[in-house]
């Protein structure tokens, strides 16, 4: 970063701004026909003119970083603001934000540490899907395979691991063992691209797959809908009994 003072090193993070100037990680994926929206966002220093600054307090550290001015365009400083983590959530839901990272105002600088002197937060969307079948594992099940209707036909959008405990999968598997069919409920499977993080579900890893009738819904939380319509970082909340199932769409 040709714009740095001598011997002075930033800490940042690489974003990808969408129309509405929020980062998006779709986008970042596709940092090379996106690259006209990459930014670099600086938010610490941790050297300052040859100046060893991580023993000092966060908010000391944001001076000397206020002091750094970047002409490029694709360099930003980003902004910090002192409030209460209900007004910083309420805020970052407003204007759709992933998440808020909190930090102690008299923090040091400690690479690689977790110390628990600043958190992230992620926001999460959520809806009901249906589960149209499963992969078996530990107590019955490993993921659910989920989706919902469009125009009559039910559309594979996720397998979702997370969220699970040892009791919630017993009591999924037991629900969904009844309604195991031999074929495939979903219209869009299997996939035949290659995903990028390998959430395609393909012919052959459909083989290790368990179809059910597509009776239960499941609420299930997520970071965000991807570009191939799928969802990103899914998380099983827990059965709904009083959606019915024909009736869940795209929120």
């Not at 701004?17 to 970042?28: A, C, E, I, T």
């Not at 990272?101 to 969307?125: A, M, Q």
């Amino acid at each position: 970063m040709g714009e740095l003072p001598n011997d002075t090193t930033v800490d940042g993070e690489i974003v990808a701004l969408d129309d509405f100037g929020r980062p998006s990680f779709n986008l970042l994926q596709n940092f090379v026909s996106e690259a006209g929206r990459i930014r670099y966002f600086v938010f610490d220093v941790l050297w300052h003119k040859g100046r060893d600054l991580t023993s000092l307090p966060l908010i000391e550290r944001r001076k000397a970083l206020a002091t750094l001015k970047f002409q490029s365009e694709w360099v930003r400083t980003a902004d910090y603001f002192e409030a209460s983590s209900d007004e910083l959530l309420r805020a970052a839901r407003e204007q759709g934000l992933e998440g808020i990272v909190g930090k102690l105002r008299d923090s040091r600088y400690e690479p690689g540490k977790r110390s628990g002197v600043w958190i992230k937060h992620r926001l999460n969307l959520g809806q009901e899907f249906v589960i149209g079948g499963y992969t078996p594992g530990p107590h019955g099940v490993n993921a659910i395979i989920v989706g919902n209707y469009s125009g009559g036909d039910l559309i594979y959008v996720a397998r979702t691991r997370n969220g699970f405990v040892p009791a919630s999968r017993h009591c999924v598997f037991e629900k969904l063992k009844p309604l195991a069919i031999p074929t495939c409920p979903f219209v869009n499977l299997p996939e035949t691209h290659k995903a990028r993080w390998g959430e395609a579900l393909t012919a052959e890893k459909m083989k290790k797959c368990v179809w059910v009738k597509p009776e239960i819904v499941a609420q299930v939380e997520f970071l965000e809908w991807t570009d191939a319509d799928h969802l990103r970082h899914s998380k099983f909340v827990g059965l709904r009994d009083d959606k019915d199932a024909r009736n869940v769409v795209r929120e």
